[in-house]
């Protein structure tokens, strides 16, 4: 069974104080790795997709990175408005399935 | 700058009612997926959508629930026979080139049994 696991599963930064979330994945060959930001009551936004080993990705203070076994996202100097929670969900290769899992996510909070 | 639609925001139901959850995904898109959140825990993928017909189902997706795309903008989950365990968060989310890259979820609607 595909596994997801996010950590940790609440981070308090201050604002300024880099960090990483970590999201380790247990897949039968890895399509695609997908990390989303969500703020309370809404839906998901879609941050970035990886796909193999090695590729990073950036976008404002957020760069995700990719190995073999997890993915990571770096935090450089945040702010509050960065305070949400960060999901990560990992498509698999088997099977022909395009049914992405999900993990519980990082809430974060950056305080000013 | 387009983005997904969802209505009603919040619904309220008794146990054992039909209900109907409404979606407008991005008009040029042409994949449709749904999700739940049950409060607290992470988003499950429900079902995919494409081309008219469904792509992927999951195992939550029984015979209680169904898709359908009515008309070129409304995509709509359908539950009819609501149980308590239905109560969730319900995302539609669309994507253009390809499933399931650059997924845009709308707001979601919240769901209650009673």
């Known amino acids: 069974e595909d596994q997801v696991t996010q950590s940790p599963e609440a981070l308090r930064l201050q604002e300024g104080e880099s960090s990483s979330l970590n999201c380790s994945y247990t897949?039968?060959?890895?399509?695609?790795l997908f990390w989303y930001r969500q703020d309370p009551g809404k839906g998901p936004e879609f941050l970035f997709t990886?796909?193999?080993a090695g590729e990073e990705k950036e976008k404002e203070r957020l760069k995700a990175t990719l190995t073999k076994k997890e993915s990571f996202l770096h935090i450089t100097a945040p702010k509050p408005e960065d305070s949400a929670t960060y999901l990560c969900?990992?498509?698999?290769?088997?099977?022909?399935?395009?049914?992405?899992?999900f993990g519980r996510g990082t809430s974060l909070i950056v305080h000013p | 700058e387009p983005e997904v639609t969802q209505t009603p925001s919040h619904q309220v139901t008794q146990m054992g009612q039909e209900v109907i959850l409404r979606c407008v995904p991005i008009?040029?898109?042409?994949?449709f997926y749904w999700y739940r959140q049950i409060l607290g825990q992470k988003v499950e993928f429900l079902v995919s959508?494409?081309?008219?017909?469904?792509?992927?189902k999951s195992e939550i997706f029984d015979d209680q629930f169904s898709v359908e795309r009515p008309d070129g903008s409304n995509f709509t989950l359908k539950i009819r026979s609501t149980k308590l365990e239905d109560s969730a968060m319900y995302f539609c989310?669309?994507?253009?080139?390809?499933?399931?890259?650059?997924?845009?979820f709308g707001p979601g609607t919240r769901l209650t049994v009673l």
């Open positions: 008009s040029n898109h042409l994949y």
């Open positions: 989310a669309s994507s253009g080139r390809t499933s399931y890259n650059e997924q845009f």
């Open positions: 897949v039968s060959g890895l399509r695609g």
């Open positions: 990886l796909y193999s």
């Open positions: 969900a990992v498509q698999a290769v088997a099977g022909g399935s395009y049914i992405p899992t």
């Open positions: 959508f494409y081309n008219n017909e469904i792509s992927e």
